[in-house]
């Protein structure tokens, strides 16, 4: 609570804070973002299990899984950033870029496996 | 439509008494709206306080989407009440209410819009004239800089899109999409005499957008903030180029201090200038946790790559059987198991030892091709070693009788402990 002359103000609330409908307004760029960093995290972890325990197909499928979600949506900040592409196509960027990024892995997975 | 378009909707709306304090609530309500597609949420908020309770609290002011007063949080989004009809929200599904978010609530809906417009006139929002003029300026309409600057300037500071960006919690220096927005369309003006100290104060603030693209999803005039944020930090890069001076001139403006203690001393408290303990600490916090992670993973990526061309591994003598065991003047396979040490990995190793026994001579072959590596056997009958693989054959003495292998089987070193025969093997 915050006392400001003779009313008490109610501390500022948060993103989801008393908010039963945010999840399904969620948006594509927020998700783009947020599965950025998880896929950060996921990169690190993965990468220290793959080193650690190597050659387990599961291990390797997840870290690329991990790596392909992490550069492409990266990569859709660059282009962004850089105008290279305009933000008025920044909902179909996300979709494009990952559905291009796992099609890739795909092949590097078959043509290895 | 509206025939379809009527009924009872349950309303929830957040309720919050500075008398009381506390959290806040939501008060739900029932109403029968007649046609949801002519209802504005506006509309229903006034109705609620007219017919239902009178001590309900909301701003607002043009109803027509001028004013920007009327912005709140609206099934979780942020919207104007007096733009978004009650047919927006699907058929049947409650309607839920409640104040933006990142502003401290005075009562009910109304929030203080105070933290807004600091953060709007620290970007300096007005427009001050490069040369004295008393003529009206010429821009083209289809001029560069007009189509950049397009429909920009149209906020009207509802504060929808702070609400809606999450980097405007994290972040309490971050001005926000709203007045990065102003700043940009000032920016951009070819006219205005404030570039280089507008870009000054709003530049750091650029660097907090993640580009979650919320407040481009809620803004009610359909300007994205994002844009804006881009097309800064795009300017900035061109500016440096242009004049790298600015940087270097506020050097000599940090006193000289004699020794180290005076120096981080003067270090804290330029630190401390800009930003309070907490932050400070939180992050050097992230900052340590962020370099320990990186030396974590760096350290087990590095020992796995470099280790095993480094240590050679140790030899070691591994049990294979008790030698009265192993009959005369036969050839046994033994299978033996052992652990290996690779790097960080350990692995498990199951290998066959051909023993060869006649007399006091004992030979321990190893069961793999020299050709390709396939497993070697017996052959009792033909009294031979074979490889099934290319059809190699071996003599009783691991010599090539037959077939592509290019040397002799190898051999194990051994020796005999106490009645045991042991190998040595990596
Ligand atoms: S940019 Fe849009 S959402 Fe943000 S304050 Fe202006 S009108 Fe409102
Ligand atoms: S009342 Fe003015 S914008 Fe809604």
Redesign the pocket.
């Known amino acids: 609570m915050i006392k400001n002359g003779s009313l008490n103000y109610r501390k500022p609330l948060s993103w989801g804070e008393y908010d039963p409908h945010r999840r399904g307004n969620t948006r594509i760029g927020m998700w783009a973002w947020l599965w950025q960093r998880i896929s950060a995290l996921a990169v690190i972890v993965l990468l220290g299990l793959h080193v650690t325990l190597t050659y387990r197909p599961l291990i390797q499928f997840l870290l690329l899984l991990a790596v392909t979600f992490h550069a492409t949506l990266g990569l859709r900040v660059i282009l962004l950033d850089f105008n290279i592409v305009g933000v008025k196509y920044h909902r179909a960027l996300v979709g494009g870029l990952v559905g291009l990024g796992l099609v890739v892995m795909g092949l590097v997975w078959f043509s290895i496996y | 439509m509206a025939q379809t378009s009527g009924g009872v909707r349950n309303i929830k709306v957040f309720r919050y008494d500075p008398q009381q304090g506390g959290e806040g609530h939501f008060d739900s309500y029932v109403l029968n709206i007649q046609d949801e597609t002519t209802t504005t949420i506006l509309d229903v908020l006034l109705r609620i306080q007219r017919e239902q309770d009178p001590t309900l609290s909301f701003r607002f002011a043009c109803r027509v989407n001028m004013c920007?007063s009327c912005?709140m949080v609206i099934n979780g989004k942020e919207g104007l009440a007096c733009k978004t009809n009650v047919s927006h929200i699907p058929q049947g599904k409650e309607v839920t209410i409640r104040p933006l978010n990142h502003f401290p609530v005075i009562k009910d809906l109304v929030v203080d819009m105070e933290p807004f417009f600091k953060k709007y006139e620290e970007a300096l929002p007005f427009y001050e004239p490069r040369e004295e003029t008393t003529e009206p300026a010429v821009i083209r309409p289809g001029s560069r800089e007009r189509q950049d600057i397009g429909m920009a300037t149209d906020?009207?500071?509802?504060?929808?899109?702070?609400s809606s960006c999450t980097m405007c919690h994290y972040h309490e220096g971050y001005a926000g999409?709203?007045a990065l927005?102003r700043a940009f369309t000032l920016l951009a003006d070819s006219r205005d005499g404030l570039f280089e100290e507008r870009l000054d104060r709003v530049l750091a603030s650029c660097y907090n957008c993640r580009t979650e693209f919320n407040?481009t999803e809620?803004?009610?005039?359909r300007?994205s903030?994002t844009r804006a944020i881009k097309y800064i930090q795009r300017l900035a890069l061109k500016h440096i180029k242009a004049k790298p001076e600015t940087i270097e001139a506020e050097q000599p403006a940090v006193a000289q201090p004699s020794c180290a203690s005076e120096m981080a001393g003067s270090m804290a408290g330029n630190m401390a200038g800009n930003m309070d303990r907490r932050t400070f600490i939180s992050q050097v916090g992230v900052g340590l946790l962020g370099t320990c992670l990186a030396l974590g993973v760096g350290g087990v990526v590095g020992a796995a790559f470099v280790g095993p061309t480094r240590a050679r591994t140790p030899r070691l003598w591994v049990p294979a059987a008790s030698l009265s065991s192993i009959p005369v003047g036969d050839v046994t396979t033994i299978k033996i198991n052992y652990e290996t040490k690779n790097g960080l990995y350990t692995q498990q190793v199951a290998e066959r030892v051909l023993v060869s026994r006649t007399g006091d001579e004992i030979i321990c072959f190893k069961a793999s091709c020299t050709h390709l590596g396939c497993m070697v056997k017996w052959d009792g009958n033909a009294g031979r070693f074979r490889c099934a693989c290319h059809g190699g054959a071996f003599d009783r003495n691991g010599k090539v009788i037959a077939g592509p292998p290019p040397k002799p089987l190898d051999r194990y070193p051994f020796r005999v402990d106490s009645d045991h025969l042991l190998v040595e093997v990596g």
């Open positions: 920007g912005g906020c009207i500071a509802c504060g929808c899109c702070v999409p709203a927005n407040c809620v803004c009610p005039k300007i903030g």
